[in-house]
Every structure is written in structure tokens, then in C-alpha cells.
């Protein structure tokens, strides 16, 4: 028979209560649903049975790493028709994690639906993870040694498959763009705004904690003369930083360590750079994040928190970090509102001088990664793995509709620490931005 598409497309109405809005190719070959649009392709029944075990987010990305899962058309469009109905309205039979494979049978409104999709499963045995989804991880979260598996997860995926991605300038967080401009000026762009919000000058110290693959760094040294020491936990960026330093006979002014920003000890530095790194920190540590910054700087010095923010919840101890994310790309990372960021950078003793959002911005840099990846897509599985460049691929795609959708945001926080006299050395018009 050749009717599991058909099937799944109702049993999909049933459970979400709204016409299905993508159409769905099955295993067998049929096909149900409005023509027209993006095909889900349900590759093997497995894809079932790990939605049956693993209700919700989780499952689904696990179907989709493990290739079970795929889309033909337009994969933001297919992503924008599904998170209405998954991802944001969230219905509770789908994604309460308390719920094991025959969960739904217990649901009046859904049990016949239920049935037939566990017949459909065939839900044994469960299927084990994808290998590229984390090990679980030991210790207390955000100690460092759990820190340092989370960044090795994250960035040590290899440093050809990030070039391929990321592009030239290596820049991992988001550009800024001006209307019709490529990635590289756009990067080059956001390198340069926090150069001259920090006012960097020559022969001044700048701790650029998260320095990536040392980007931020050599632009500070190259273009303004700066003293710049580089900490990243992951050891492959390390050593891809110093070999860029070295190439660019910068060696006497970039130092790159392999460091946890809480054993920096050879304050006080004139600026600090903090950019895509705060959300690895933790809301249990974000206090002792600030302070630590804080005690690093000179009086007058300045902070360039650039950092990812949430919606806040109604009710903030409802919060939960994203399984897919946690899973497959950033482990144990959180993310804050913008107000929370703001408060604790203020308690940890900064004075917040300015506040940039750049939403739209990242959205263009994650399309402009995911055409990258896209373009040079069997590179990208030679260099890591198939499941590997299916998580990109989702991850990036999925939040460059969070930022459209304004789901998520992004934010330059600019901080001083003002001298005892209260002075805070900024001059009366900051947004001006003026070159040293």
C-alpha cells in the first residue's frame, strides 16, 4: 500500500488542529497535502518512532540530522509554515519530554490518531541518537571543565569547515551590513564599530575574551595599533589565530592563550571586546562574568558586550534551553533578554552608555552562511559528516528566522567603568563613532 503520506497528513491535522501547511512525501512514495508548497520527505519510518520517543523539538532534529528528514523547495519557507504550528504553539502532546512512545494514547482528542501513527511507527526498538549529538556532559554546569567539552563541541568541528562557512574574514558572530554589500565588508564593518566605539589607540590593551579565530584581534593591531591578548577555549582556534598572527608579522603585538576569562589576572587593560561569547557563560554565572570584566579594566576603560538575546517569559523560571540547540550546537548555552544583560552588567558596577540592536543584520549574516554552506555542501560532508552539515544547515536557517520574526535579537552593549571622579571619558555624542 501506498497510503502513508495521506495517513500522516491527517494524523498531522489531528494533533495540531490546523491544516497542514507544507506537503509531505512519505517513504512509500505518496504524497498528501497543499500543492504548491515546500515537501516534507519522511525518508524512513524511523523519523516516527524518534518523534514517538522523543516528543517534540528534539525528535524531529533528531530525524532530520540522521537524513530520515528533509525538505524539497524552499527550506525557510517550509520552516516558516512549520513554526507556527510547532515550534511556537507548541501543542502539548507533541512536545511534553515526560512523555514516552505511547504517550498520546492517553489523550481522548487524539487516540485514534495516536494509534494510527504508532502503527505506522512500528515504534521498536527506540533508535539511538545521531552521533553528532552531545555526550552528556559531567560536572556542574559552567564549571570549567564543562565549559571546555561545550566550546570543543561547538568549535573544534575543524577549521577547513568553518573557512567554508564563515568565509574569509573568519568572523563567527554577526556583520554589519550597508545595502548591497558582500559578507567580507560587512564583517570588515563590525570589526571596525567596535574598534571605534572602544576608541582603541595605539599601544592601548585590549582583552578580546571569545576571540574566535583571532579576527577581532588582528584588525585591533592592524588598523588602530593595538596591544591585544586573545582567550578562546577551543585549541583549534588557537591555533588557527597564531598561524594567521605569525603570517601577518603581528606576532609582537597579538598574543592568543588558551584561557578561561576567569584566570585573566594581568589586568588592567584599556578596552575589553566581548563579542558572540557571553551567551556560553550561563545566567549562574553571569554576575561573576561582569565582575570579572569589570575588575580587568582601567577606570574609564570600556566593554563591548555583543551578545544574542531572548524574548523575556512571563514567567522567567519557565525558561528552558532549546533541546536542538543544546543537543547539536551550542551545549548548556543560554540565552538572556536584553534588560537582564543590561541589570547585571550595571551590578557588577559598569555605567551602560549605549545600546545597539542589529537584529536585521544577523539575519543577513545567517543567510549569507547558510548560502556558503549550501554552495559548497559536499565539501562541508567531507569535512565533518553529513549529520554534521544537516545541523548547521537547520541551525542557521531556523535562526535567521528567529531574527526576521523578531524571536531572537542581537545587541552591542556599550559599558564603562567610570573613574572615581565620575568621569566616563565619553565624548557628548557618542553614536558619532569618531576615528582616533
Request: hydrophobic share 40%.
Amino acid at each position: 500500500m501506498t497510503d502513508a503520506a495521506p495517513r500522516l497528513a491527517a494524523l498531522a491535522e489531528t494533533l495540531l488542529g490546523e491544516p497542514l501547511p507544507v506537503r509531505i512525501r512519505a517513504w512509500d512514495g505518496s504524497e498528501a497535502g497543499p500543492p504548491g508548497t515546500p515537501v516534507l520527505v519522511v525518508r524512513h519510518r524511523r523519523a516516527l518512532r524518534r518523534i514517538l520517543w522523543k516528543p517534540g523539538e528534539l525528535g524531529l532534529a533528531r530525524a532530520w540530522v540522521a537524513g530520515e528528514l528533509a525538505v524539497e523547495g524552499d527550506l525557510y519557507e517550509a520552516l516558516d509554515r512549520l513554526a507556527g504550528l510547532i515550534w511556537e504553539r507548541r501543542p502539548r502532546s507533541l512536545t511534553d519530554p515526560r512523555h514516552g512512545p505511547l504517550a498520546l494514547l492517553r489523550d481522548g482528542d487524539a487516540r485514534s490518531a495516536a494509534r494510527d501513527l504508532v502503527t505506522l511507527a512500528r515504534p521498536l526498538p527506540a533508535p539511538p541518537p545521531p552521533p553528532e549529538e552531545a555526550v552528556r556532559r559531567g560536572g556542574p554546569v559552567h564549571s570549567r571543565g564543562r565549559d571546555r567539552e561545550a566550546v570543543s563541541h561547538h568549535y573544534d568541528v575543524g577549521n577547513d569547515f568553518y573557512a567554508l562557512v564563515l568565509g574569509p574574514s573568519m568572523v563567527y558572530s554577526c556583520a554589519y551590513w550597508e545595502p548591497g554589500g558582500t559578507l567580507e565588508e560587512a564583517q570588515h564593518a563590525k570589526l571596525d564599530l567596535v574598534c571605534r566605539k572602544l576608541a582603541l589607540d595605539s599601544g592601548q590593551r585590549l582583552l578580546d575574551v571569545g576571540c574566535g579565530w583571532g579576527s577581532m584581534a588582528l584588525h585591533a593591531a592592524r588598523e588602530y595599533g593595538a596591544q591585544v591578548t586573545g582567550i578562546t577555549l577551543s585549541r583549534e582556534q588557537a591555533v588557527h589565530a597564531r598561524k594567521r598572527v605569525a603570517e601577518e608579522g603581528l606576532a609582537d603585538r597579538i598574543e592568543i592563550r588558551v584561557q578561561d576569562y576567569r584566570d585573566v589576572k594581568d589586568g588592567p587593560y584599556d578596552a575589553i571586546s566581548s563579542i558572540g561569547m557571553a551567551e556560553h557563560v550561563g545566567s549562574a554565572r553571569y554576575r561573576e562574568y561582569a565582575s570579572d570584566l569589570f575588575a580587568l579594566l582601567r577606570p574609564g576603560g570600556r566593554l563591548l558586550n555583543h551578545q544574542i538575546a531572548r524574548r523575556p517569559e512571563p514567567d522567567e523560571n519557565a525558561y528552558r534551553i532549546d533541546e536542538f540547540i543544546d543537543s547539536y550546537v551550542f551545549p548548556d548555552g543560554e540565552l538572556s533578554p536584553l534588560g537582564t544583560t543590561v541589570t547585571e552588567l550595571e551590578r557588577a558596577g559598569f555605567e551602560v552608555r549605549d545600546v545597539e540592536a542589529l537584529r536585521e543584520h544577523y539575519a543577513l549574516t545567517l543567510r549569507a552562511w547558510v548560502a556558503r554552506l549550501e554552495a559548497h555542501w559536499k565539501e562541508a560532508v567531507r569535512l565533518t559528516s553529513p549529520g554534521r552539515a544537516r545541523v548547521w544547515q537547520l541551525y542557521m536557517a531556523a535562526s535567521a528566522l528567529g531574527f526576521e520574526r523578531g524571536r531572537l535579537g542581537v545587541n552591542q552593549v556599550l559599558a564603562v567603568k567610570d573613574a572615581p571622579d565620575g568621569s566616563s571619558y565619553l565624548p557628548l555624542r557618542t553614536r558619532t563613532w569618531p576615528a582616533v
